[in-house]
């Protein structure tokens, strides 16, 4: 795993792996031209209707319903220029602990019906205690994560599937990527949310929300096949609470979307703030999953 999990007290006390002494990352946060940086832009508008545009950005980007919150028709030919249900992908996750940062950076696309995706994850220089890692090739599925070039003596060849709903964090830090649905589904939890104006992102108009999820009452709330993942990580936390920064375009499709995390533990305090960044609409996805003689059963070995 990219982040190892300890339970002490009460509570999930996370000790992010790859926070090595050396390791820094100069950079928060995703880049490139899918994730190009937002301009602010003032607005006289008001948002008094911030928190229920955060709660539909699940339902939109599945397609469940349109940004106005209109039900969709099952079998209904979308309006034009809507493309939900699809998108390119990329992720950062930035850990920060005594002093270090390290930053894991993601990229590949999600479909957010069947909320499968394909990434590859590129762990920093160093980080696993090599000059350089493979990157790692992740398979997102409901209630499951699968692996390549996971190393730690798992053949090159084979895959390492994870129980989602069996982590203590949901694997909403773990991989070194938040599934995307998570993510959106996350704002399900929403209970402070505060319209702080527009913003240009990667050229995109979006509207800029900012506020506070609770992972229980998001579990709760989640659609079929999202809940358990949430539900395992409402247990695991010593917090239900996570602060949020999203950005939404016209549409009501979530553009990006800015989780902070934070763990107590036995030493340093660590923050992971995990960055989603959307583009892309209506990209073609197709993830195939492997089959059970494809996936490593034997021990992993412990860093």
Request: with cysteine.
């Amino acid at each position: 795993m990219v982040v190892r999990q300890h339970r002490s007290g009460g509570g999930a006390r996370a000790v992010c792996a790859l926070a090595v002494v050396g390791v820094m990352a100069a950079t928060a946060g995703c880049s490139g031209s899918g994730g190009g940086g937002d301009r602010a832009v003032a607005d006289e508008r008001g948002g008094a209707d911030a928190l229920d545009t955060v709660h539909r950005a699940a339902a939109v980007l599945a397609g469940t319903v349109s940004g106005t919150g209109t039900v969709a028709v099952a079998g209904a030919a979308p309006a034009p220029g809507d493309t939900a249900g699809t998108a390119e992908v990329r992720t950062s996750m930035e850990t920060a602990a005594g002093g270090t940062r390290v930053t894991i950076k993601g990229r590949g696309a999600y479909d957010f019906r069947s909320r499968k995706g394909r990434l590859t994850v590129v762990l920093p220089k160093d980080a696993a205690g090599e000059e350089e890692h493979r990157p790692i090739t992740e398979l997102l599925a409901p209630g499951a994560l699968y692996m390549m070039n996971r190393g730690a003596g798992v053949p090159a060849d084979k895959w390492v599937r994870v129980d989602t709903t069996t982590l203590e964090d949901g694997n909403l830090v773990t991989g070194g990527v938040t599934d995307p649905m998570a993510a959106a589904e996350l704002l399900r939890g929403a209970r402070q949310v505060t319209y702080v104006g527009k913003t240009v992102l990667a050229g995109v108009p979006v509207r800029h929300y900012r506020g506070t999820a609770d992972i229980g009452l998001a579990a709760r709330e989640a659609a079929p096949g999202s809940g358990g993942a949430l539900a395992a990580a409402a247990k695991g936390f010593s917090t239900d609470t996570v602060p949020f920064d999203a950005y939404l375009d016209e549409r009501g499709r979530l553009r990006k979307v800015r989780h902070r995390f934070s763990f107590a533990n036995e030493g340093p305090s660590v923050e992971v703030v995990s960055t989603t960044l959307l583009f892309g609409f209506g990209v073609p996805v197709s993830v195939r999953l492997p089959e059970g003689r494809d996936i490593y059963t034997g021990q992993i070995r412990q860093r």
